[in-house]
């Protein structure tokens, strides 16, 4: 072995078990100190630059620069293997890899690297150090079977001293956890001949033991376990030969033997934890063991009679290992037995009376509070502080609160003291009791017991629905900043996808009730990227609220699709309320399409009248420029006012007037004609009205009135189009009196001097028919063929 990986080895920092029973590691393996002069040797270069990027992320104090350099050093490590695999450093370098794959969070891609690494390599210290961090990332899963040849093969690579023996020593441990009892003998047996095993021999005797227990050699077992007694080692080990030497002793059926390592363990203090009843000793072990229906049938078949407290203790654990065996009903009637043997007030029957309300719990919860207040009048006042008072009041307040009488749940609540309440209940009472609390009202109690849940259990799977009802709790309490606090970490949290939405949901609709539009936006936004998961409702409120916020923030072009989205989902509940933002969205681009449909929605939904007057006015003006003129004359008429006319604009009563008398409803624009005439004063308009006039009662048959508008009009000497269509007006009633020649006349003017390419092409034409009439057959061949020439593919609108 080279010197820099035995120096590697000397650094590498064995992992340790904790009092949890976990493998972890102080930190990972170290190679010598990074070369900063580099060799003239491109692989040995390039590995190099890897360990000196490794280095650097190992000294960096920011989290985020650590991050970074760890993710530089995955990179040149990945480039480095490519190009070597097979490099005198390759196995450092996968090691490195997999080290910083770890370090960045990346579990299965460092796992993926230690697993190459024993895969293309058999040897060496770095194999043996790939070994055991696979193998303690296994153990720590309770990957037991995949474990045990890991624990194997660190085991028979490592070349520290004393390390052999760990790694034994865990293979056996996993190979017996995992059933596997001839490869965990074989396992313990080699830390026993490790000269430097020192450190394992109690802990691999006691699982030798184990074994021999399992594969019934009950005298070696018992063997084994006492050795264990008689070294010094720690109590909870010894307490642990003790108890399973009792276990090897009933098999044997050597029960004096048994209770003598029993009653070893009630006199020695250190090991209270694993004290038993002193006078049911056998069952004790069994319960201790979890052997629940060997305890019960232990004391079916026993000969043995106590009375008293050693018989109430005896029956306490059969009740009890009954209730591991969720038999509640038989349990109950054992613990009533107890009230027979011990008085009221004793300890006994103090537990025997919980377990039995334990039982009532499990078996008919709406019984409950009637049996905790039954437990309470007996022991509330003696054993207020204790635990089981407690948890009693817990049952109750929980039944309660399932039967949906939540005011009366939450005084339950109040009552109890979290702190009397054991750990393993404690994260449940907090979080009942904020939920209750605030189910029933008391925002500031709720408030208290969730922020302490949620403080003192961050881990707990809970915690997301806790914010939740925080944050709505402090809604309610007006406290907003708070509740968006709140909505925002369930945002972060990202999962599960209902509580992610309820972030997004509930936090955009309170920023809308506070008119913060611009955050409304940014939540609404954020609610529709989650997608599929969003059922047509919400979907639909986002869409509509986002197109609302971007009319109400000048952004009335961007608004037109989500407010189309949100009317296409829910036409019931937006239709009206989109339809108007989706006006003045098309409004604002212009789009007379679009505009046109909306108010034809907005008029079959009885709301135009809530439309801006020139959004309307525009698409009218829109509509009679494009030749829409039944829609211009339906857009125009909705801001005419007819009773007060000089209340509507001017342009207003011209357009309509021009689009009604587009449309042929001739005498319908009468009134709208009139009313520009009486407050036009520019006199080319009003020509223009006069003409808009004199057509209507043209295709009134009203000819006389419609000379005298004609009259009036040229009377101002109109110019242009205004003067071309008058001249054809004027022809157009000549024709209809029977005089062509004066007609011809008329519609000459306008050939010879009006150059439109609209009113000549039809002054031609009436001429042609005019000359036709007169007779005057040379002349009017003439001007058909200029009608032809210039104006090859105009056509009559008749």
């Known amino acids: 072995m080279c010197k820099r990986a035995l120096y590697c080895l000397n650094l590498f920092n064995v992992l340790l078990i904790t009092a949890s029973g976990w493998l972890h590691a102080e930190e990972p393996p170290r190679a010598q100190p990074a070369n900063l002069v580099l060799e003239n040797d491109a692989a040995r270069d390039f590995f190099e630059r890897g360990k000196n990027v490794y280095d650097e992320a190992r000294n960096a104090e920011d989290q985020q620069q650590r991050q970074s350099l760890f993710t530089i050093a995955v990179q040149i490590f990945e480039a480095y293997l490519m190009d070597f695999p097979n490099h005198e450093n390759a196995p450092k370098a996968w090691w490195y890899l997999g080290s910083s794959y770890q370090q960045i969070d990346r579990h299965k891609d460092a796992q993926r690297c230690f697993s190459a690494l024993l895969q293309r390599f058999q040897k060496g210290p770095w194999v043996a150090a790939a070994a055991y961090a696979l193998a303690a990332d296994h153990y720590n899963k309770k990957q037991y079977v995949v474990a045990a040849p890991l624990f194997d093969r660190y085991a028979s690579e490592t070349e520290r001293q004393g390390e052999s023996a760990r790694g034994y020593y865990y293979a056996g441990h996993c190979y017996r956890l995992n059933g596997a009892h001839a490869q965990a003998l074989v396992a313990f047996r080699k830390v026993l001949e490790d000269p430097d095993g020192a450190e394992f021999i109690a802990m691999s005797k006691v699982g030798l033991g184990h074994c021999s227990l399992h594969l019934q050699r009950d005298q070696e077992a018992l063997d084994l376990f006492v050795e264990v007694t008689e070294i010094k080692t720690t109590d909870a080990l010894k307490a642990e030969a003790l108890l399973n030497a009792s276990v090897a002793a009933r098999r044997l059926e050597k029960f004096e033997i048994g209770i003598h390592y029993l009653e070893r363990i009630l006199k020695d203090e250190k090991i209270k934890a694993w004290w038993p009843s002193a006078h049911s000793t056998l069952l004790g072990v069994l319960f201790d063991q979890g052997e629940y229906v060997r305890v019960v049938q232990l004391h079916e078949q026993s000969m043995v009679e106590l009375k008293g407290d050693e018989e109430a203790a ?63 009048q007996l022991y509330g006042a003696t054993r207020s502080q204790d635990v089981r008072i407690h948890t ?328 242009g189009r205004t003067r071309g269509s008058l001249r054809i007006l004027a022809g157009d009633l000549d024709m209809k009196e029977g005089d062509s020649k004066k007609a011809s006349a008329q519609y000459l003017i306008v050939v010879s001097f009006i150059n439109d390419k609209e009113l000549k092409p039809e002054a031609l034409h009436k001429l042609v028919e005019a000359l036709e009439a007169a007779d005057q057959k040379q002349e009017a061949a003439k001007y058909r063929e200029q009608l032809q020439t210039e104006f090859p593919d105009w056509k009559t609108s008749r």
């Open 314 to 376: 005896r029956l306490l654990l059969v009740g009890r290992a009954l209730m591991h065996l969720k038999k509640s009903k038989e349990a109950l009637e054992v613990f009533r037995g107890i009230e027979r043997e011990v008085p009221p007030q004793s300890d006994l029957a103090f537990q025997a009376s919980y377990y039995r309300l334990m039982c009532f719990y499990r078996i008919e919860g709406q019984h409950v509070p009637k049996q905790v207040d039954a437990f309470l």
């Open 392 to 719: 009693a009041l817990m049952m109750k307040a929980e039944s309660l609160q399932a039967e949906g009488r939540t005011a009366a749940a939450a005084q339950v609540y109040k009552q109890v003291d979290d702190s009397r309440v054991s750990k393993a209940n404690r994260p449940g009472l907090l979080y009942q009791r904020g939920w209750c609390l605030a189910e029933a009202g008391d925002h500031k109690g709720a408030i208290l017991s969730l922020d302490q849940f949620i403080r003192g259990y961050p881990d707990d799977e809970r915690v997301v629905s806790a914010l939740g009802k925080r944050a709505k709790v402090y809604e309610g309490s007006g406290q907003a900043e708070q509740a968006i606090a709140d909505y925002d970490r369930l945002i972060k949290f990202g999962k599960p996808a209902d509580m992610l939405i309820y972030g997004w949901l509930e936090s955009a609709r309170l920023r809308r009730a506070a008119n913060q539009i611009q955050d409304m936006m940014v939540r609404y936004q954020g609610l529709l990227e989650c997608g599929a998961q969003l059922d047509v409702k919400l979907q639909a409120e986002a869409n509509y609220w986002l197109g609302w916020g971007m009319v109400k923030t000048n952004k009335p072009k961007l608004s037109i699709e989500p407010l189309e989205k949100a009317r296409q989902l829910r036409a019931d509940l937006y239709g009206k309320h989109a339809g108007l933002l989706l006006a003045l969205g098309y409004y604002a681009a212009q789009n007379i399409e679009k505009l046109a449909e909306e108010l034809h929605l907005a008029i079959g939904g009885e709301y135009q009248q809530d439309l801006p007057d020139q959004a309307i006015q525009w698409a009218g003006m829109q509509s009679y420029n494009a030749r829409s003129y039944h829609d211009a004359a339906i857009f125009l008429a909705l801001i005419a006012n007819f009773e007060e006319p000089r209340e509507t604009r001017k342009e207003v009563w011209r357009y309509l007037g021009k689009s009604l008398l587009e449309s042929g409803m001739a005498k319908q624009a009468l009134p709208a004609i009139s009313n520009v005439l009486e407050v036009e004063e520019n006199l080319a308009w009003r020509a223009d009205g006069l003409l808009d006039r004199g057509r209507a009662l043209y295709l009134m048959d009203d000819l006389a009135a419609a000379r005298k508008a004609v009259d009036d009009a040229l009377a101002v000497q109109p110019q």
